[in-house]
């Protein structure tokens, strides 16, 4: 590799360096892709080929969660014995520690849930194996091993947590027992107190936020963290506090909120053609954007939206809150394309994930984000067991200051900015 190692990926511009770093490639990951026409791949496979080729439970539409890790971990579909191990695994590592429930109870009851969900998640750093080997010394080329142990024993629990921290929040702390018997999409919908066909919801929701490339806040984050050599738990929890944020994960509830307030408005009756194009443009002349729609990297439909819609289609096609994304999928993207301003007119996932989860009784946005966490965790621990088998290193990139970034555009500071920029006024 040394010798292919300056050659040049990307350029790096002001704008890049200003706007984010969006669009800079200067991450690895071989876990996702997301190309901007044809939308998120899977270790090579796209989401309909997933969906496709994943093996299925009894009597169920949606693939096995387990599945899709096995895949994300080693690249290949797997069997029904391969998914069935995994299920077995998970099963048994299912089982919470008795002070991660005292955590969640010691919470008040107006706490946001994605702080309950990180912090429980931050408490069970004591349980790591990889903390362990490390301080006893182990080979580095041996850390991926208590990483996948620590990543298999994590993700068996995090439907645990969540469902938990949901009957403590809204369910008067009505706690279901788990279900050993089931999968792990299964099982959330058992602890959930959600029958058929929410166990496919779940399964649904958890491989389409699985991942996402490792660029955006969340997985980056999850990256950048575990690149200390921080534990999977320590590493995820950080990520969820990254997804918590209003331009990452709490995107599906704006949609949801958005639709509630178009209702509303409209009275509970279904709108004309001619009224919703109006509130779609009172919303875009009010200087807000339309939630939903548009994504910075993707330039056509996100595919996580189409398969959520056939979902949709076959299974609430007279939901009221539907009928609305129905028609506003047809008239969103030629009133943004007449705009002008939007580099992608079309809906993104986030369009449709709280629609379907409102239909099915979990009304409490907030939560929404919880879903998304446990879905991305997934393949957050793929790549940080990779990255740990890979020996990847600390990332330490370099930053500049605003009056270096001046110099290099050729903008001569003013005087006052001169002083101290190289460690003594230029005077001196």
Avoid at 73 to 79: A, F, K, V
Avoid at 194 to 211: A, E
Avoid at 236 to 248: D, K, R, V
Avoid at 379 to 407: C, F, H, Q
């Amino acid at each position: 590799m040394q010798e292919y190692a300056d050659i040049e990926v990307d350029k790096v511009t002001i704008s890049k360096i200003l706007g984010g770093m969006r669009g800079l490639k200067c991450l690895v990951t071989d876990i996702s892709y997301l190309d901007p026409n044809e939308g998120i791949r899977y270790r090579g496979y796209t989401l309909h080929e997933v969906f496709q080729k994943l093996p299925r439970p009894a009597n169920a539409e949606i693939p096995y969660v387990e599945g899709l890790l096995y895949l994300l971990l080693t690249g290949d579909i797997p069997s029904e014995s391969d998914v069935s191990d995994v299920v077995d695994e998970f099963s048994k590592r299912r089982i919470l520690p008795r002070y991660v429930y005292e955590v969640i109870d010691a919470f008040p009851c107006c706490s946001h849930p994605m702080t309950i969900f990180s912090s429980a998640i931050l408490t069970m750093h004591r349980e790591s194996f990889f903390n362990k080997k490390y301080h006893a010394g182990i080979n580095k080329l041996d850390y991926w091993e208590p990483m996948f142990e620590d990543s298999l024993n994590l993700l068996a629990k995090l439907p645990e947590i969540a469902s938990y921290i949901y009957a403590k929040l809204y369910m008067d702390g009505k706690e279901i027992q788990s279900n050993p018997s089931l999968d792990m999409g299964g099982n959330f919908a058992f602890m959930m107190g959600k029958d058929k066909p929410y166990d496919d919801v779940s399964r649904l929701h958890f491989i389409l936020h699985s991942d996402h490339e490792s660029g955006n806040v969340s997985a980056h984050t999850g990256h950048l963290v575990a690149s200390s050599l921080s534990d999977i738990y320590l590493s995820t929890s950080a990520m969820i506090n990254g997804l918590a944020g209003p331009l990452h994960g709490l995107a599906n509830q704006e949609v949801l909120r958005w639709l509630r307030e178009l209702i509303d408005r409209m009275g509970g009756a279904e709108p004309t053609e001619a009224e919703l194009k109006q509130y779609v443009w009172d919303t875009l002349n009010s200087g807000l954007v339309v939630p939903g729609y548009g994504h910075a990297v993707l330039r056509k439909t996100d595919p996580r939206y189409l398969i959520q819609r056939e979902f949709s289609l076959k299974h609430l096609p007279e939901d009221p809150i539907f009928k609305y994304v129905d028609m506003l999928y047809k008239i969103v993207p030629p009133i943004l394309m007449e705009q002008g301003k939007a580099k992608n007119p079309w809906p993104n996932v986030d369009a449709q994930s709280g629609v379907i989860q409102w239909h099915y009784g979990v009304r409490e946005y907030d939560f929404y984000t919880v879903l998304f966490g446990i879905g991305r965790a997934i393949g957050i621990a793929a790549n940080v067991i990779w990255d740990r088998a890979l020996l990847y290193p600390l990332e330490r990139p370099k930053s500049l200051t605003t009056a270096m970034l001046e110099e290099i555009a050729g903008i001569k500071p003013p005087a006052a900015q001169t002083r101290g920029r190289h460690g003594k006024s230029d005077d001196v």
